[in-house]
């Protein structure tokens, strides 16, 4: 998951080169291409409330192509900022229930807590020299059966005074389990990752046309009945977009009749298991493997939500579409494991 904390990454540097890049990028709105017009507005978008003095001067210009980008970049701009304070609202809410509910859990030995995830670091005597590091994560925020492990690494070990110790990983069971070589401890765990959550938005579409949009975080919601289009702008995971939401529900004029079929439904599941010996230091089956670098997810950009099949658009008066918008919040910090 190197590619959101690279963007978050790139994003914070945008937000620091301050009023000539802004500048430049205000000129480009005017821009004979439209490809550089189109990326100097969405990176004008990407910079946020630090373009806006200079946006609302452009969108009082003379230029129309410039005016109009303008606007547009500022109603996109305000757009995001109300989903930040409802994405910060809806995440303290669910941790408050998180935290009512695992009371104990977060009075336990070893446990960190890091914006909304547990983590439980810990350390314990292996068969040779060194200790067995374990780092379990906890999401604390469930969404209607979307729920994801913490994506984490463990990116180096140090003991107390500093210096970097030497980790050997298993394939299968790293980052969660690593033996730290040569050491008694205490140690050190410096970990980065994404926290990925979805927050809910209920969306309606009132009198609905095909053609009508909506937008949430980088996605467009668009009416192509009997489906909503969904696209996002940077492409995300498949195993994301398969969990925005891929059905609605609607209402249809008075005097229409419901059709006699209809239904779907199935899932998946699966797990894990192994044996442990003692001349291992981890409890993979036959012991740690070798580590290989796994494939990149393929990214996804559309989704079609189905629900509309056997209704014709003229018959509808809503349309209702949960749509959950992933969110992916960084984690980065060093912290002591507990000995066992």
Known sequence: MARPLLGLALLSLAGRQGAPDIDRLI????????????????????????????????????????????????????????????????????????RKDHEKERKDPGSVFVGAT??????????????????FATNCLYVQSRWERPIFDVVS?????????ELERCGRCSPRTILVKETTGPLKVHIQGVHRWYCAYKLEFKDPKNG????????TIRVEWPVLKVTSRRGWPKAVIAKVGNSFT??????????MWGGFGGGTGGGVSGSFSPNWW??????????????KPELVRTLEATGGSGYGLEQVTDIYYTFYKPIEDPLDFTADASKE
């Open 118 to 135: 547990q983590f439980e670091i810990s350390a314990k005597k292996a068969f040779r020299t060194g200790l067995v590091l374990h780092t």
């Open 157 to 165: 070990v140090e003991d107390q005074s500093g210096k970097k110790l």
């Open 212 to 219: 009508d949009e909506k937008k949430v975080g980088d996605f």
């Open 282 to 295: 981890c409890a993979c089956e036959g012991g740690p493997v070798p580590v290989v670098e796994k494939p």
């Open 250 to 259: 609607f209402d249809v004029k008075k005097g229409v009749i419901q059709p």
């Open 27 to 98: 000129a480009a709105l005017g821009s004979e291409s439209i490809e550089a017009r189109q990326k100097a507005e969405d990176r004008l978008v990407d910079l946020g409330v630090d373009a806006l003095p200079a946006l609302r001067k452009a969108a009082a210009g003379q230029d129309q192509e410039v005016r109009a980008r303008a606007q547009s970049a500022i109603g996109e701009i305000d757009r995001i900022e109300r989903e930040r304070r409802i994405d910060a609202a809806e995440k303290d809410r669910l941790l408050t229930e998180w």
